[in-house]
């Protein structure tokens, strides 16, 4: 069996399983990838191929225009049965997995989705749960979520994460993506700069908490979203190989996602920050900005206050032991209901069976802290200046400050404080919560903002 090494391209690690020096077995599931000019034509053959006779077509009333109407027609003239169904409403709850399951036809082989983030994560959501396999058609690459096995969907007014299945062809056409609007190019960008600090988030949690991790594919996806971004200046002139690579780069980080079984590769606090704007947006009946923006916007706010860590000339450790045994669980869950208001009941659940503020487990995370200490600022020292990226995004004409997509300063500290309750995961904001320094840093990097 071939040991998996991070110099493997993406074509190389498909539908293959690996021997790894982190001990563990991985398993790309994704079958297939067609990322070029005129891809989608290879479809029909792919799905005949693996014996797809009848396909249940999924997209939106946007992306319907953009690609749905042409694969239909692409799959049908290539004989394949065709049922596809536009989705009425946007709201990507419970609603509409309802309306997908009304609307199914029963003797449907293969589910296929039209679209990019919400579509994708709905679409593998539902044919996870009926058992079909799964494809998608991009229409755009705004975020790393097409390979996942990992979706994220709204239940009960919370955004929750549910384990499903890798999909098994995922479609990239350049003369489709090259029409996505430049926003949702540079999303993709914004996405992709997300890497350097979930890694951050990673590397922290195994040395202080001794969670599992592998070296070789933090090098992977480290290495793509740094090959991606050092090209990011051509993104402008709509290059389809650069839109290709980029497209390539956010399938490989979902792959990755897939190698370890949880979204750990892909997603930390930054992502954490961009779930919670998506549930208060919602909840204030507001459209939030695409995910990548709301991602490389939190990626700058997390590199902000690891910056301000940092300018300490000392931590006090026994200060922070102080507040872990001062902790009040109904204060917090009085804190939680004011924050996230219908979505805060599912948060205190959460909390309730994790129990990551928990006094006892904070106190030996503070120990291992303190133990630790060097070695957690190295870590932290070898993030990008939060100034980099900030300037990368504006050449990009994407959003830097949480301002400039509709977060005021209140939603704004909420964000940066209470966040972090939105998964049971240790990361920066967990650690800085740890040490009692969250709301501090909070309010200096805010003021720093103002100036």
């Known amino acids: 069996m071939q040991e998996l090494s991070s110099t493997l391209t993406l074509d190389k690690c498909l539908n293959q399983t690996f021997s790894c020096s982190c001990g563990q ?116 690459a705004p975020m790393d979520g097409f390979a996942s096995s990992i979706s994220a969907l709204t239940v009960n007014h919370l955004k929750t994460t549910f384990e499903v299945r890798t999909p098994q062809l995922i479609v990239g056409d350049t003369e489709i993506l090259k029409g996505a609007p430049y926003s949702m190019i540079s999303a993709g960008l914004g996405d992709l700069i997300g890497k350097f600090t979930c890694l951050c988030d990673w590397k922290l949690s195994r040395l202080i908490n001794g969670e599992y991790y592998c070296e070789t594919i933090t090098e992977m996806v480290s290495t793509c979203a740094r090959k991606v971004l050092d090209n990011a200046g051509s993104v402008k002139e709509r290059d389809p190989q650069v839109l290709g690579d980029i497209m390539e780069g956010l399938v490989f980080t979902g792959v990755a996602m897939s190698m370890v079984g949880n979204s750990r590769p892909a997603s930390g606090c930054e992502h954490h920050i961009s779930h919670y704007w998506e549930m208060i947006f919602e909840q204030q009946g507001r459209c939030p900005a695409p995910h990548g923006h709301q991602v490389g916007v939190g990626t700058i706010l997390i590199l902000k206050l690891t910056e301000a860590l940092r300018k300490r000339d000392k931590i006090d450790f026994d200060r922070a032991r102080r507040e872990a045994e001062q902790y009040d669980f109904a204060q917090w869950s009085q804190e939680i209901r004011r924050a996230y208001g219908p979505a805060a009941q599912g948060v205190i659940e ?72 939105v998964r049971a995961r240790y990361t920066i904001l967990q650690m800085l919560w740890d040490l009692g320094l969250l709301q501090e840093l909070t309010e200096e990097i805010m003021k720093e903002m103002d100036t």
């Open 350 to 421: 959460l909390e309730q069976d994790a129990g990551k503020n928990e006094t006892g487990g904070r106190l030996k995370r503070i120990n291992k802290l303190e133990e630790n200490w060097k070695k957690v600022v190295l870590l932290l020292e070898s993030l990008p200046p939060s100034q980099t990226v900030t300037k990368l995004m504006e050449e990009l004409s994407a959003p830097c400050c949480p301002s400039q997509i509709g977060v005021d300063r209140q939603l704004l500290k909420d964000t940066l404080l209470y966040c972090k309750e």
């Open 25 to 140: 077995m991985h398993k790309a599931a994704l079958k297939a990838a067609f990322i070029s000019k005129d891809a989608l034509d290879r479809m029909p053959e792919w799905l005949k191929k693996n014996q797809y006779k009848k396909i249940y077509l999924i997209c939106d009333n946007v992306t319907v225009s953009i690609a749905g109407e042409k694969v239909r027609d692409l799959l049908t003239s290539s004989g394949l049965e065709v049922h596809m169904h536009v989705i009425s409403h946007l709201s990507y709850d419970e609603s509409t997995l309802g309306e997908l399951l009304i609307h199914e036809n029963s003797d449907c082989d293969v589910v296929v989705g039209v679209g990019t983030g919400s579509i994708n994560d709905m679409c593998r959501y539902f044919s996870f749960k009926l058992q079909l396999p799964y494809c998608i058609v991009a229409t755009a």
